[in-house]
């Protein structure tokens, strides 16, 4: 059982950057997947970046690369989302999730098995 807590949310102006961070608990972190989604207002939730365990691969969205970082501290059992270049459009509330692929990821929500509660993003124009 791998339990995720998000955290780093707030208010942000366009242009400005925040860093994201998912803690896991459980000793068998470093063989799930991370993903990174989002769910704006309105809108469905939507994958942004993933992370296979260690030496797994990462991938991005589009409307992401080059704007956000996904990395993940093994020892800290910590997975980061840096986010720079922010935009209005990247305003929602921000979930990670853990699968069960030690390293492979994907950037849809099929397959993961365990859900944070989620932190807030808000960007102003």
């Known amino acids: 059982q791998v339990q995720l807590v998000e955290s780093g949310g707030g208010l942000v102006q366009a242009g400005g950057s925040l860093r994201l961070s998912c803690a896991a608990s459980g000793r068998t972190f470093s063989s799930y997947a991370i993903g990174w989604f989002r769910q704006a207002p309105g809108k469905e939730r939507e994958g942004l970046a993933c992370?296979?365990?260690?030496?797994?691969?990462?991938q991005y969205v589009d409307s992401v690369t080059g704007r956000f970082t996904i990395s993940r501290d093994h020892t800290k059992n910590t997975v980061y989302l840096e986010m720079s270049t922010l935009r209005p459009e990247d305003t929602g509330v921000y979930y990670c999730a853990a699968g069960p692929w030690a390293q492979y990821c994907a950037v849809v929500s099929v397959g993961y098995e365990h859900w944070g509660q989620g932190t807030q993003v808000t960007v102003s124009s």
């Open positions: 992370s296979g365990g260690i030496g797994g691969i990462k």
